[in-house]
Nanobody
Framework: QVQLEESGGRWVQPGSSLSLSCEAS????????IGWFRQAPGKEREGVSF????????YYLDSGKGRFTVSRDNAKNTAYLQMNSLKPEDTAVYYC???????????????????WGQGTQVTVSS
């Protein structure tokens, strides 16, 4: 049974940093590209970041460029999202997702992903 489990979400003050983890079981993570998404109340799910499964090419939502860093440790079957300089507008439930490919419609298209985690809440407020 495939499972993706996110962890690391919590309440933080603006300007703080958080590191989210996405631990996979039941699949070999190195075969999959990983996307990080978020969904705030009343808003659609949006792609935050992506790392592919061939050469670790990464992509980011414009608002996350320079603040977010996605990475993976295939030996631990885990992906990470490091978030710095957090803002209140980053508040959302964060999800990781895995896709074997293709993702021709874009890494930010939720429909290209095969597996999803349950999400972890990130709250940024003073």
């Amino acid at each position: 049974q495939v499972q993706l489990e996110e962890s690391g979400g919590r309440w933080v003050q603006p300007g703080s940093s958080l590191s989210l983890s996405c631990e996979a079981s039941g699949l070999i993570l190195s075969y999959y590209a990983i996307g990080w998404f978020r969904q705030a109340p009343g808003k659609e799910r949006e792609g935050v970041s992506f790392i592919n499964n061939s050469d670790d090419t990464t992509y980011y939502l414009d608002s996350g460029k320079g603040r977010f860093t996605v990475s993976r440790d295939n030996a631990k079957n885990t992906a990470y999202l490091q978030m710095n300089s957090l803002k209140p507008e980053d508040t959302a439930v964060y999800y990781c997702a895995a896709t074997i490919g293709p993702y021709s419609t874009g890494w930010y298209d939720p429909s290209v992903y095969d597996y999803w985690g349950q999400g972890t809440q990130v709250t940024v407020s003073s």
